[in-house]
Structure formats: structure tokens, C-alpha cells
């Protein structure tokens, strides 16, 4: 079944670490989201890709950096320079002109130890 | 810029009861509008949507939700609720004009009492 994978589900980091979290899609999608989620904040979006080796900051991208060299894979890493790092990722995909929405992946839980 | 408004953060219900989860947007030209839930720890998943055509979209769980072009909104319905609906709802607008990104709502949880 195609999807789009999430990968840890839970990630602890120290403090002045950087940490990549990974999302795969095998859904042949063109444009790949993150979103960060806290608690009664609904989801901001970090940064976004359209198309393979370009991608625009999004609502809240200080403190975070994307890569998109292959189409299936864009992972987000989040930087030292991130003060408030415990939430909630989402990864998302979607495809053509948006009549089928986001497809969302299960989620990665970080959390600054 | 649009923007998506889930009127409220929670909705308290008790089982077996109707809800109504209320959205409403700002755009002034046609959309596309959806309806996610979130469990606790996961991913979103879709529920229903609305492209075009009858202005009643019924979606999966017994979830159904109507668009009113004139009041711009688009609120989600069931007629009796279950403990297992108890979730975070988000409502999300595409702007036809602005290629394919969403709007995201707040989210709305509903917590279904016995």
C-alpha cells in the first residue's frame, strides 16, 4: 500500500543537539509539508517543497532546515538554534491541483531531554 | 490571505447525542474544504471533502458536512456520536487561485462522555 512513513515515532534530543526526522513517500506526490503541532495550537507549517531540490520557509522555519534531492524524501532537521523544540511533527504530501487534500504521515514526537 | 475559523476549541457531547462541529472561511473565490480527525499521537486523516456539486458531503465514520457558499462555512455533522469519536477535528481550505496548499482551522476537539 502506498503511504507516507514517518520515521522515529518518538526522538529525544539534548540540549545543542541537531536532529533529523525523516519522511518517505512512495505515493509518486509532488510537494512534501512539515507542520509542527503543540498543544491547543493547531498546526503551523514550517517549511514546504514543490518540486524536487526546491522548498520555501514556511509560517515558523527559524530554527529548522529541509533538503528535497529525491522526490520520496524530504527530512526536516531541527537545529540548536531551535529554543523550543518539544512538539509534535507532522509530515504531509499532495499531489496535482489539491482536489485530494494532504495525505499525513503518523507523526514524530520530539522531545528536548 | 484566507483563513480557516473553528468557532469552537472544544465541544463537549454526551454519547449517542448529535454534534455539530462548526468552520467557517474567508475567500472570495471557489474553494475546496475539508474535514481531518486526529486520534491522540497520530497523523490526520480525511474525513470528507468538498471539490463541487451537491452542497451535502457525507464522509466516512457516519460524518457529514454542508457547504453554504453564502455564509461561507462548512460545519461537520453527525447524528449520534461515539466514545470512539472523541478526536481533534481540523477544518482546511484550499484557495482555487493559490495552487495546491491548505489552510488549516485551529481544530475543534470533541470529547464524547457515556
Known amino acids: 500500500d502506498g503511504g507516507i512513513t514517518q520515521s522515529p515515532k518518538y526522538l529525544f534530543r539534548k540540549e545543542g543537539q541537531n536532529v533529523t526526522l525523516s519522511c518517505e513517500q512512495n505515493?509518486?506526490?509532488?510537494?512534501m509539508y512539515w507542520y509542527r503541532q503543540d498543544p491547543g495550537q493547531g498546526l503551523r507549517l514550517i517549511y514546504y517543497?514543490?518540486?524536487?531540490?526546491?522548498?520555501q520557509k514556511g509560517d515558523i522555519a527559524e530554527g529548522y532546515s529541509v533538503s528535497r534531492e529525491k522526490k520520496e524524501s524530504f527530512p526536516l532537521t531541527v537545529t540548536s538554534a531551535q529554543k523550543n523544540p518539544t512538539a509534535f511533527y507532522l509530515c504531509?504530501?499532495?499531489?496535482?491541483?489539491?482536489?485530494?487534500?494532504?495525505?499525513f504521515g503518523s507523526g514524530t514526537r520530539l522531545t528536548v531531554v | 490571505a484566507q483563513s480557516v475559523t473553528q468557532l469552537d476549541s472544544q465541544v463537549p457531547v454526551f454519547e449517542e447525542a448529535p454534534v455539530e462541529l462548526r468552520c467557517n472561511y474567508s475567500?472570495?473565490?471557489?474553494?475546496?474544504l475539508f474535514w481531518y480527525v486526529q486520534y491522540p499521537n497520530q497523523g490526520l486523516q480525511l474525513l470528507l471533502k468538498?471539490?463541487?456539486?451537491?452542497?451535502l458531503v457525507k464522509g466516512i465514520n457516519g460524518f457529514e458536512a454542508e457547504f453554504n457558499k453564502s455564509q461561507t462555512s462548512f460545519h461537520l455533522r453527525k447524528p449520534s456520536v461515539h466514545i470512539s469519536d472523541t478526536a481533534e477535528y481540523f477544518c482546511?481550505?484550499?484557495?482555487?487561485?493559490?495552487?495546491?496548499?491548505?489552510?488549516f482551522g485551529g481544530g475543534t476537539r470533541l470529547m464524547v462522555k457515556p
Open positions: 504531509a504530501s499532495s499531489i496535482g491541483q489539491g482536489q485530494a487534500g494532504y495525505t
Open positions: 505515493l509518486n506526490h509532488d510537494a
Open positions: 517543497s514543490q518540486i524536487v531540490n526546491d522548498f
Open positions: 475567500s472570495s473565490v471557489s474553494v475546496y
Open positions: 468538498y471539490l463541487s456539486g451537491s452542497t
Open positions: 482546511a481550505v484550499r484557495n482555487n487561485n493559490a495552487g495546491n496548499m491548505l489552510t
